[in-house]
Structure formats: structure tokens, C-alpha cells
């Protein structure tokens, strides 16, 4: 008896020239890794929560972003979770903090205290990235097709 084959199903590569590569090309923002010499300006500053204001402070950049809050508690984010978020703002993806939690779950799966505000904020800080609040959403600014809003940590 004859098996009946089915035909192998063949995958098609997405184009990497898509519109949003496009655009980030003609932009000059197109860096592959995410810019921490960016993020570094603000060491010392004093960040905000974009969704309650809560204060916090970043404190270094070693391995990892280290912050502390207000109340003197400590915390870090791996940067591995940078790079991630950033690839898919490169990618034209609008990232809420869902998004945000899931890529600290993926760049350290051990932790269990996920801080996707202080992370937004961290990001928001480096440009060209933008936020809308209601609900939290960051975005690249010349990949969007709306006005979001910049922010900027105050010095010490």
C-alpha cells in the first residue's frame, strides 16, 4: 500500500527590508543593540513611574541597571531585558508593561519581583523612545503614526 505524502510545507523569509526597517534606516536609528551609554547620563538622576509617580533614583550601570526607591529599598534590572525591549521598538511594536514584564521574566526567569514601571521610565529616558499613558505604552517616534510624549529625569 501507497502512503499518501503530504507535500513538505516550505517557510518564507520575512523581508527584512520592511517598511519599518525602512524607516529606521532613513531615520540613522538603526542600532542592533540597545544604547546603555544613553541610559548612563542619568546615573544619580531621580526617575519617576510614568503610571503613579512613584520616585526612585538610578544608581549604576554594571552588569545590570541597579536603582533605588525612595523608602531606600534596592533593585536591578538585567540589561539583557533592555535589549529586548529594544529590538522590539526597533521592530516598530508599541511595548506595554505586560510586554515589559514578560521581557524581565525572559532576560532573568528566576526573579520573582518584576519592576515593569521603573523599567518604562528607564526606557522612556532614551531617546528616540516615546510614551502615551492610559495604559502605559512605549513606542519608537519616528516609527509611530501619533505624538507621544518624551521623558526626561530631573538632576539630583
Excluded at 533593585?75 to 521592530?91: D, N, T, V, Y
Excluded at 520573582?112 to 523612545?129: G, I, W, Y
Aim: aromatic fraction near 12%.
Amino acid at each position: 500500500m501507497a502512503e499518501s505524502r503530504r507535500p513538505k510545507r516550505v517557510r518564507l523569509k520575512w523581508n527584512s527590508q520592511s517598511s519599518a526597517d525602512n524607516k529606521l534606516a532613513r531615520s540613522g536609528l538603526a542600532r542592533t543593540v540597545f544604547p546603555a551609554d544613553e541610559l548612563a547620563r542619568f546615573v544619580g538622576y531621580r526617575f519617576q513611574t510614568l503610571d503613579q509617580g512613584h520616585t526612585f533614583y538610578l544608581r549604576e550601570l554594571a552588569g545590570g541597571v541597579y536603582y533605588g526607591r525612595k523608602t531606600g529599598s534596592n533593585s536591578w534590572l538585567p540589561i539583557r531585558a533592555f535589549q529586548f525591549a529594544w529590538h522590539s521598538l526597533q521592530s516598530g511594536a508599541e511595548v506595554s508593561l505586560s510586554d515589559l514584564e514578560g521581557f524581565l521574566r525572559r532576560a532573568s526567569p528566576d526573579r520573582t519581583d518584576q519592576d515593569s514601571s521603573c523599567f518604562a521610565s528607564m526606557l522612556a529616558s532614551v531617546e528616540p523612545v516615546r510614551y502615551l499613558k492610559g495604559p502605559i505604552r512605549l513606542f519608537m517616534a519616528e516609527l509611530a503614526a501619533h505624538d507621544g510624549m518624551t521623558y526626561r529625569p530631573e538632576q539630583p
